[in-house]
């Protein structure tokens, strides 16, 4: 199989620069529009897809980003591996802004949104105690110290819902919970991939210190945007660097994300819901043609 590396751009970053043969395509997707089209092309011969989160012009908040949309897109085009790209506090005093994460895990507290392809007519469950790829992210990781950023590797990501930021109560006890950062976006993202079997891992940009720390009564907006201008060069230049580490020629995940779905589907054959099976097409279509 052929590596498609699929990278999603979060906050401030809505282009890759470099990419051979690029356009702006439009897909189409059972699930309704993605956030904006994506940019298809290669770099360094390895295919590559860029989708901006948030839209080009950031249109989109946090709650109306059709993640079911944009992880469709994605692997309908035939990505294999996804990098997200996004901007979030820290809760801890040691990950600074400017910092890269390497995140390896979720606690999901976001609830205006749609959180799995499944539902009534195909049931299914799949496993994330890990919910990010291993192998990915470790990749991920070289190509961001090769930039010269400064990066931590493993941490816990709270997912909130905004578009607000914290109260100071909520600061504290996602602290108190031993949560590393906090931000809008990474969930319900990484549940999705890993329901198309995508292999998903989450560069987070550090851009302040949430409302907890002393310096910081409130989140100074201003302050974000020039931490994510800063933050977008090293961004670029880890994506530049991703077709050399990952290879042209991809092998099966050795974590079994490409698998996900093996023994996740629930629901018998005869029961399942067409219509659903037929939105399903990309997503699961190697299980529900397998069967």
């Not at 709650?63 to 506090?89: E, P």
């Not at 049931?123 to 070289?142: D, E, F, I, K, Y």
């Not at 109560?169 to 931000?183: C, K, M």
Request: with cysteine.
């Amino acid at each position: 199989m052929d590596t498609m590396i699929g990278v999603i751009g979060g906050s401030g970053i809505y282009q890759v620069e470099g990419l051979e043969g690029a356009s702006w395509v439009k897909v189409a997707t059972p699930w309704g529009k993605p956030s904006d089209e994506v940019l298809v092309g290669r770099l360094n011969g390895v295919a590559m897809a860029f989708l901006p989160r948030h839209g080009r012009g950031h249109v989109q908040s946090p709650s109306t980003v059709n993640y079911r949309a944009n992880i469709d897109a994605l692997k309908r085009l035939g990505c294999t591996d996804v990098v997200a790209l996004s901007a979030v506090g820290s809760l801890r005093e040691d990950y600074v802004p400017g910092d890269f994460v390497i995140v390896d895990q979720y606690i999901d507290r976001t609830f205006a949104r749609e959180k799995s392809f499944f539902g009534a007519g195909c049931v299914a469950h799949v496993g994330l105690s890990h919910p990010t790829c291993a192998r990915l992210s470790a990749h991920v990781a070289q190509a961001a110290r090769d930039t010269g950023a400064r990066v931590h590797e493993g941490a816990t990501y709270v997912a909130m819902e905004g578009p607000q930021f914290s109260t100071l109560a909520e600061s504290r006890l996602y602290r108190a919970w031993g949560a590393d950062l906090i931000g809008m976006t990474g969930m319900p993202e990484a549940k999705l991939a890993r329901e198309a079997e995508l292999c998903y891992a989450c560069v987070a940009m550090v851009t302040d210190y949430d409302c907890w720390h002393d310096s910081h009564g409130a989140v100074d907006v201003a302050q974000v945007m020039a931490t994510m201008a800063a933050n977008a060069g090293h961004a670029r230049a880890l994506v530049s660097r991703l077709p050399g580490l990952l290879g042209r020629d991809r092998a099966p995940c050795p974590h079994g994300c490409d698998r996900a779905l093996e023994h996740a589907i629930m629901t018998a054959p005869a029961m399942r819901d067409p219509d659903l099976l037929e939105k399903l097409n990309a997503v699961a279509g190697r299980v529900l043609k397998g069967e």
